[in-house]
């Protein structure tokens, strides 16, 4: 099946009571492939009547779900995870049609979201709770499902983010509204499928598509919601936690990131490089955990800059269905006119271009060339603006203090990395103001750690037993034990 039938097959998007279904007023939004700009399809817009059905599906799905026996659960969740393996190729090929990134990162992407499903099946099974007694009262302590989720999600992997979501809403005993991003809902779609055909009962799970900003009024406005989880950008996020404080609803909020990378004097600077220009320019730089400031001893910097800039130069820039092709085009032409933005403003301020620097004029989408620039002055957006896209700012530094201190000199706190001899890596590494740290190494993202920021990148975790907790509440029972008879 072709890639453009493929999306022509997903214009009805929204799945409420167990069917799938065009919106109530008919409304439709396009879907375009970043590759060419081109319409592969639509995507349904969900009006009030169809959020209020939705929200009255997982409700009652919740009444069922909540009493599920944790084994069961688990079953659901296992079943669903093989069942993404078993369609993972056409799912793959849906990601790169409406995201972009090639066919290999978003296979690796499917796999991601299965290990998901597979991890919070394990944790559905695990006793969270605990029971002691002082030999006249018994104290008991239960994790129990919070209630019905709202689970907005973003574009740039529009698999494993609504995945690492529903898997521990499912694992808890919750139903969830899923929200996906309206540029490339179809991988949330095949999750969904997976799950109903696993056996997951149909009004456990809702998906909506539309108006951002209208279905997070309309859902989060509702006391039928227990719980909020939003993958999206601080300035959503910060909306969002407004919208939520009528009902006081419980949020997670993971709100992206700009993560330093330090390079510590005696590293490989050039086996580094070369591994940091991977890590950065994966998904276009669309990745919340992207390395996108790069701190090297000012006696390495030009070194490293040359290395790093001769490894981007060398990677092959094109569609994602095209063997061979590295990185693709960013999602979505709002992100190429930021990136190109952010282009702009480096230029003014001197900076000094060693590859790449604009759109790649040969190809049709929203391509950009991976860009590593030098001499970025001390007022430049993209040393305190998330760049989200494929531009390095190498940043020569004199002192471990001053590297840890323009580390950590943005409202972000996500992620970072330190590469170097291990000790002195991870003395660095203690002195970071971010969620997540990397030492020798960029691969942070696993199912069963804890995914998450400090500062304005958000609050709450997904991933880990700490992930499954954000879907649960502690509920105490004290009993006074009673005397036997003859006692």
């Known amino acids: 099946?072709?890639?453009?039938?493929?999306?022509?097959?997903?214009?009805?998007?929204?799945?409420?009571?167990?069917?799938?279904r065009a919106g109530t007023g008919g409304r439709t939004l396009k879907l375009r492939e970043p590759a060419t700009g081109g319409v592969i399809g639509s995507v349904a817009q969900a009006d009030e009547h169809d959020l209020d059905a939705a929200l009255?599906?997982?409700?009652?799905g919740f009444t069922l779900w909540r009493r599920s026996e944790p084994g069961e659960r688990a079953r659901v969740l296992t079943t669903a995870a093989a069942i993404l393996r078993s369609r993972a190729e056409e799912t793959a090929r849906t990601i790169t049609a409406e995201q972009g990134k090639p066919l290999g990162e978003a296979r690796s992407e499917i796999e991601q979201s299965a290990g998901h499903f597979d991890w919070y099946a394990t944790e559905a099974t695990r006793d969270l709770g605990r029971t002691w007694t002082d030999g006249r009262r018994e104290f008991t302590v239960q994790r129990r499902p919070i209630g019905p989720v709202a689970a907005f999600s973003a574009w740039n992997f529009p698999a494993s983010l609504p995945a690492r979501?529903?898997?521990?809403?499912?694992?808890?005993?919750?139903?969830?509204?899923?929200?996906?991003a309206e540029e490339a809902p179809g991988a949330a779609?095949?999750?969904?499928?997976?799950?109903?055909?696993?056996?997951?009962?149909?009004?456990?799970?809702?998906?909506?598509?539309?108006?951002?900003?209208?279905?997070?009024?309309?859902?989060i406005g509702s006391p039928v919601i227990r719980k909020i989880t939003l993958t999206g950008s601080i300035l959503v996020g910060r909306e969002l936690v407004q919208l939520s404080a009528e009902h006081l609803q419980p949020l997670s909020l993971?709100?992206?990131?700009?993560?330093?990378?330090?390079?510590?004097?005696?590293?490989?600077?050039?086996?580094?490089?070369?591994?940091?220009?991977?890590?950065?320019?994966?998904?276009?730089?669309?990745?919340?955990?992207?390395?996108?400031?790069?701190?090297?001893?000012?006696?390495?910097?030009?070194?490293?800059?040359?290395?790093?800039?001769?490894?981007?130069?060398?990677l092959t820039v094109g569609p994602g269905d095209r063997d061979g092709v590295e990185v693709g085009p960013l999602a979505n032409e709002r992100r190429l006119r930021?990136?190109?933005?952010?282009?702009?403003?480096?230029?003014?301020?001197?900076?000094?271009?060693?590859?790449?620097?604009?759109?790649?004029?040969?190809?049709?989408g929203w391509f950009f060339e991976p860009t590593v620039v030098t001499d970025v002055s001390d007022d430049?957006?993209?040393?305190?603006?998330?760049?989200?896209?494929?531009?390095?700012?190498?940043?020569?530094?004199?002192?471990?203090?001053?590297?840890?201190?323009?580390?950590?000199?943005v409202e972000q706190g996500l992620a970072?990395?330190?590469?170097?001899?291990?000790?002195?890596?991870?003395?660095?590494?203690?002195?970071?103001d971010v969620g997540m740290i990397g030492v020798n190494t960029t691969a942070l993202a696993v199912a069963e750690a804890p995914f998450g920021g400090v500062k304005s990148s958000g609050y709450g975790r997904e991933g880990g037993t700490e992930g499954l907790n954000e879907y649960t509440v502690a509920v105490y029972t004290q009993v006074a034990q009673q005397k036997q008879e003859g006692q």
């Open 165 to 180: 979501k529903i898997a521990p809403a499912i694992a808890a005993g919750c139903s969830i509204l899923v929200k996906p």
């Open 338 to 364: 930021a990136v190109e933005s952010l282009m702009d403003d480096l230029r003014k301020g001197g900076a000094r271009v060693l590859t790449g620097g604009g759109r790649v004029e040969s190809l049709p």
């Open 254 to 314: 993971e709100l992206g990131g700009h993560a330093p990378v330090i390079v510590l004097p005696g590293a490989d600077v050039p086996g580094v490089a070369r591994a940091l220009a991977g890590a950065k320019f994966r998904n276009a730089g669309q990745v919340c955990i992207s390395p996108t400031r790069f701190f090297v001893p000012d006696r390495d910097a030009e070194e490293f800059a040359a290395h790093f800039a001769e490894t981007a130069a060398a």
């Open 416 to 432: 970072a990395y330190v590469f170097g001899p291990e000790d002195a890596a991870r003395d660095v590494a203690s002195r970071l």
């Open 189 to 219: 779609v095949a999750l969904v499928n997976a799950l109903i055909d696993a056996g997951l009962p149909p009004e456990v799970i809702a998906l909506v598509t539309g108006d951002a900003p209208k279905i997070a009024r309309e859902v």
């Open 1 to 20: 099946m072709s890639v453009k039938s493929a999306a022509r097959e997903r214009d009805s998007l929204l799945f409420i009571g167990g069917q799938w």
């Open 56 to 60: 009255a599906s997982i409700e009652r």
């Open 380 to 409: 430049a957006r993209i040393l305190t603006e998330e760049p989200f896209g494929p531009i390095a700012p190498v940043l020569p530094y004199r002192s471990i203090d001053e590297a840890v201190n323009r580390a950590n000199a």
